[in-house]
């Protein structure tokens, strides 16, 4: 039980982690697009710099997106987590339910075969 719950306070802080990676990389690129957007209307100089800081921010989104990625396996991996613990109560449950149904059965058996 310990086990499951320092791996899922793992994947939490991984999660939040990789969240705020994601969320630090966003802002950054959308702030340099809307800078370039702006700066557009300036003279094209350096149109070899720019087409590279274009490429950059591509490759920027691109990690973006595979931070985006990895956090879905995160959360993925907390909900199969979460199924093997209700599993695990459930099978639990119904031990208990079965020996209770068994003590039960054999004070009726015991109080029949007394009468």
């Known amino acids: 039980m310990k086990v499951k719950q320092m791996k899922n306070q793992e994947l939490k802080g991984e999660k939040q982690m990789i969240q705020d990676k ?14 370039r957007k702006r700066n557009k209307t300036k003279i094209n100089k350096g149109r070899v710099n720019e087409m590279n800081e274009v490429k950059l921010n591509e490759v920027k989104l691109n990690e973006v997106k595979l931070n985006e990625v990895k956090l879905n396996e995160v959360k993925l991996n907390e909900v199969k987590l979460r199924k093997l613990h209700e599993q695990g109560v459930t099978l639990v ?13 054999g004070v009726a058996l015991n109080l029949a075969i007394r009468r």
């Open 93 to 105: 449950a119904l031990v208990v339910t079965i020996i209770i149904m068994l003590i039960l059965a």
């Open 22 to 35: 994601t969320e630090g990389k966003k802002q950054m690129v959308e702030s340099e697009l809307n800078e």
